[in-house]
């Protein structure tokens, strides 16, 4: 069995910084975005950024913490050169919130708490942190807002830590507290076999990294263990470039960093009633019971806020089943072929195109097409339509004499069908759709052609026929 918790740090969506007014995006000259206060001058006195606590308190509803009445901020004290004030403000004793929980697939993962803290500033290793001969020093980054998420070690393989990250990701979206960066988390791992002796990995960078290192630990742990090595508690560091963790130095306990109250801030009270958006389960519910959504269509609309978003603002001009199957399903494929997201699509086209379809005026094929060239170039389906002359052959006078060639023209096939061999008709309807290319309208290809064999009669009766959109016949 394995053991994995994270302590994951997000950079929250402000403006300005945790304790201090200076901004948290702009000039990224080195040492630019600073003041006294971020970098800890004797003297200077922190306030606390009311949005960053707002955005907490959220975070820590939706993951179903218990929220303290009040709370206050610590001295975390370390020697290090990222910190200028030798300490780091964070909270310990009192959390925001704290006995949370996720629901996976498999199985809960529960939040043991989520606080806030400031972050450090940059330390640049020209050469990497193994070899270079100096390190830089940025404190830009120094105050910036970040919120702390610390799990119990529940979570079972690197697959189980992908699910809980998304999942994580989904409510930030939703909340709109996240600023879109780069996630970082320390990852713990253990593993049955040592007793679960526990290896910290610090400042993990995205998630695919999270997964890659949780993955490399669980095999470094074992392979040792295998070797008749004795594994001790320390903490190791990720080299993204080779794949591997090293040894950063021994693991330090709670009681190493000298937790203090911080007398220059005060306690705060929490506000438990700030309003929460519509979250994801909520709104898969709303989907399927106003749209009429299977559950897992739903599911995917949605895994994004404006995913969600813009299949209804479609979903209003378009019929909501077909809104969804298309959004879900080839747009979605389109935008990840061509390495987009979603704010970059117009919905409008997306309406316009669906329109085009739905109309019987486009066929799937050409709709496809142009949809991956809406994705891809930011065509206008109409102006492209009449442009390339893409507008769905549904003259029956010109689908009959097509349908009367490919039949002429395919003996094999009839003779294959009379044999037994149904799909034959396949290769006949793909005839007539090569010789208009691609543009026959399915629904008005002609059936009610008068031929002498009886078996010609059935081959045009087939449900291969039907499958293009054929209901009723009478020949």
Same mark, same amino acid.
């Given at each position: ?286 989907? *399927?019971? +106003?749209?009429?959504?299977? $559950?897992? &269509? ?5 895994? !994004?806020?404006? #995913? ?123 005839? *007539?759709? +090569?010789?208009?290319?691609? $543009?026959? &309208? ?5 059936? !009610?052609?008068? #031929? ?24």
């Amino acid at each position: 069995m394995i053991k994995i918790g994270l302590e994951i740090h997000v950079q929250l969506n402000t403006k300005s910084k945790l304790f201090c007014g200076c901004a948290v995006n702009g000039n990224d000259e080195p040492n630019t975005r600073t003041c006294p206060v971020c970098l800890g001058y004797p003297g200077a006195k922190p306030v606390l950024n009311s949005k960053a606590l707002e955005y907490a308190v959220k975070m820590a509803k939706v993951l179903g913490c218990k929220l303290n009445k009040k709370i206050f901020f610590s001295r975390k004290t370390y020697f290090y050169p990222d910190l200028a004030k030798n300490y780091q403000i964070t909270q310990y004793e009192v959390p925001i919130g704290f006995n949370g929980k996720i629901k996976l697939k498999e199985n809960d993962v529960t939040i043991t708490r989520i606080h806030l803290e400031e972050d450090p500033g940059a330390l640049v290793h020209p050469k990497g942190l193994q070899k270079s001969e100096f390190t830089l020093i940025d404190y830009n980054r120094s105050g910036i807002p970040l919120l702390e998420i610390v799990t119990e070690p529940e979570i079972q393989s690197a697959a189980q830590a992908r699910e809980f990250m998304k999942k994580l990701k989904t409510f930030l979206g939703y909340l709109e507290i996240y600023s879109g960066g780069v996630v970082k988390a320390d990852v713990n791992v253990s593993v049955r076999e040592s007793g679960y002796v526990r290896a910290e990995v610090k400042n993990v960078t995205g998630f695919k990294e999270i997964e890659k290192t949780i993955e490399y630990e669980i095999l470094r742990q074992r392979k040792e263990l295998n070797e008749g090595m004795k594994l001790k508690q320390e903490t190791r560091g990720w080299d993204a470039e080779k794949g591997i963790t090293f040894l950063s130095r021994g693991k330090e306990t709670e009681e190493d960093y000298g937790y203090i109250f911080d007398p220059d801030l005060c306690v705060y009270d929490i506000d438990e009633n700030i309003k929460l958006p519509e979250m994801p389960d909520e709104k898969i519910l709303r989907f *399927v019971k +106003k749209y009429h959504l299977d $559950k897992e &269509d739903a599911e995917v609309l949605a895994s !994004e806020k404006y #995913l969600a978003e813009f299949f209804e603002m479609v979903a209003e001009e378009v019929d909501c089943k077909i809104a969804a199957k298309w959004i879900r399903r080839d747009l979605l494929s389109a935008l990840a072929e061509n390495n987009k997201t979603m704010t970059e699509i117009d919905h409008k086209k997306i309406i316009k195109l669906l329109n085009l379809f739905c109309s019987g005026k486009i066929t799937d094929k050409v709709a496809k097409d142009i949809l991956f060239l809406i994705v891809k170039k930011d065509v206008s389906p109409e102006e492209f339509v009449k442009k390339k002359g893409l507008e769905a052959v549904s003259d029956s006078s010109e689908l009959e004499r097509f349908a009367r060639e490919a039949i002429g023209s395919n003996p094999k096939a009839v003779e294959d069908y009379k044999n037994g061999r149904h799909e034959a008709l396949n290769f006949v309807v793909g005839y *007539v759709m +090569k010789k208009t290319s691609g $543009k026959a &309208d399915p629904k008005k290809i002609p059936i !009610e052609i008068r #031929l002498k064999r009886s078996l010609v009669r059935s081959l045009i009766l087939s449900t291969s026929f039907l499958a293009f959109g054929c209901k009723s016949l009478n020949l």
